[in-house]
Structures are given as C-alpha cells and as structure tokens.
C-alpha cells in the first residue's frame, strides 16, 4: 500500500551542469517506473537548473535543509517559500550531518519540520543513532527521542506529507551497511511509536525509508523487508545508473 520512495541526497556535491547532466540521463533510465516516487536533492546552487531539468519527467526535486522563517533578516538561510519558488517540493530536514557537524537540536528540527510542512511543502525527517549510542544500548532511546521531539505538534494528518528516513550514522558513507534485520529492527520500532504517537493508520501509512551505505547490490535485499519503504542514499546517488539499479531494486 505505502509507495516506495527512493531519494538522492546530493550532499555538498555535484556542480549545476554536473546536476543537469546527471537528471537528463536518469530521466530515461526511470521513465518506465510509475510506482516508486523519485526524488535528487541536489545542492542549493542548483536546484533551479535541476528541476528544470526534471520538470515533465517523474524524477522530483527536494532541498537538503530549510530555514523557519519566510523572508527577512536571516543572512546566509534559505526559506522554504525560496525552495518552492526554485521548482522544490520536497526538503530533507534533520540529516544526521546537520545535527552533529551544525549542531542543530531535536527543538529547532522540530522547528523547521513544523515551519516546510506549513509551507505546503514534504518533508524527509531523518533520524538514527551514533555507533557509542548503538553500542551502549541507547538506540531505542535516540531514536525515540528524535521522534518524540521531532514530530511534537504535529497531527496524523500533516505526516501524509512527512517520510521518516531512518540513518544510523555509523552507516553513513561508511561502506558498512545495517543488515536488513537491523534496519527493519529499527523500522518497526519506529512505525509501533508513530502508532503511539499518531494513531495506528498514521502508522500504517508512513514511509520510512533507509539510509546508510545503500547500494545497487544491497537494495533489494534491504527492500524485501516489510517496513523498509524505500531509500535515502548519498554516495551512490551520485551516478545515473547507480541510483537508477537502486529505484529498480525498489519496483
Ligand atoms: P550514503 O549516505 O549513502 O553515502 O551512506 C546516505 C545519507 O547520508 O543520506
């Protein structure tokens, strides 16, 4: 029922005709695919050139990170009403880079998500733990309290517009991938407390996706598991054909 989403986080890579390049040569290796959403997220330099580039295809647009205010005095932010204006509909909110390399906190996440979706905008809301959280028996805690604290405020029906993208850190661009009991471990958890928090069809219906280390040659096996609704991937988004393997792998 919950259709598979699988998007590239561009991180700080890819200059705008690199970005172009790469969305005009994923558009015919994903044409035929009308059963997985497809977004890039490209940097913010950009985005205007790539969704032009995609506009009329299947292949969507997002940010990685949007300020909480409109416009105004915020030298150096973007705002989610810029994003849209720049052909967006999409934004990653709460990277796992943006919590620990910019030290943004579980309330200004919380913040930002609230700010995107008021903005009519959809949002991918990472969470994951550290290895030292991991190996200290504190993943369900983390991960419980970036829930908790991220989606505060929010009701059952603004999360048709949220997909959770569950990162462990330690498989972030690690090479070490989270087997696919490990990440269906956390994705049940995951989906039992939005079933707590939101109701049991709020539950039902959210996608959590997987990210960390994702590639062509291990998405399908992480896909085959029930709660693994799709993909977040960095690395090997970079490259046409192997994100395109990566949408395969989730048809
Ligand atoms: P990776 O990055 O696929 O390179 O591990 C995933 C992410 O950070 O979203």
Known sequence: MRKPIIAGNWKMNLKIAEGVALVEALKPLVADVDNVEVVVCPMFTAL????????????????????????????????PQFLQDAGCAWVIIGHSERRHILGETDALLNEKLRFALAAGMKVMFCIGELL???????????????????????TAADLANVVL???????????????????????VFTRALVAELFGADAAAAIR????????ADNAAELFSKENVDGFLVGGAALKADSFAAIVKAAR
């Open 48 to 79: 205007d050139a790539v969704a032009k580039a995609a506009a009329g295809s299947n292949v969507q647009v997002g940010a990685q990170n949007a300020y909480v205010k409109a416009s105004g005095a915020y030298t150096g932010e973007i705002s």
């Open 132 to 154: 030292e959280e991991r190996k200290g028996g504190l993943m369900n805690d983390v991960i419980r309290r970036q829930v908790v604290e991220g989606l505060k405020g929010l």
């Open 165 to 187: 993208a569950y990162e462990p850190v330690w498989a972030i661009g690690t090479g070490e991938t989270a087997s696919p009991e490990q990440a269906e471990e956390v994705h």
């Open 208 to 215: 959590i996706q997987y990210g960390g280390s994702v590639k």
